[in-house]
């Protein structure tokens, strides 16, 4: 029955009534069960930052490749023959 459970644990779990052992294990596989889907968002979410993160890095070397800008300012006719 609690194969898996070990010292401390095992002992608690065999002084507990049959009911409550039942409805600690199911609480305990419920923990799991939502355990399981969060580390599965944690993946997904690390996954996005690793992409956003090589998304940045790649724009910066596109952009430090790029040729400089050049600013052109025009001046007025009227101003530069004052």
């Known amino acids: 029955m ?12 065999n002084r507990l009534s049959p009911r409550t052992r039942i409805l600690l294990k199911e609480t305990l596989r419920r923990i799991d069960r939502v355990a399981g ?5 944690l993946v997904v979410i690390a ?3 690793a992409t ?4 940045f890095l ?3 070397k596109v ?8 600013r052109i300012t025009y001046v ?4 530069a023959t004052n």
């Open 2 to 13: 609690s194969a898996g459970l070990v010292g401390p644990v095992k002992d608690m779990m």
């Open 37 to 41: 889907d969060l580390n599965v968002l």
């Open 47 to 49: 996954i996005g930052l």
């Open 52 to 55: 956003l993160d090589v998304t």
């Open 58 to 60: 790649l724009s910066r």
């Open 63 to 70: 952009i430090d490749h790029l040729p400089p800008v050049t």
């Open 76 to 79: 007025e006719a009227s101003s």
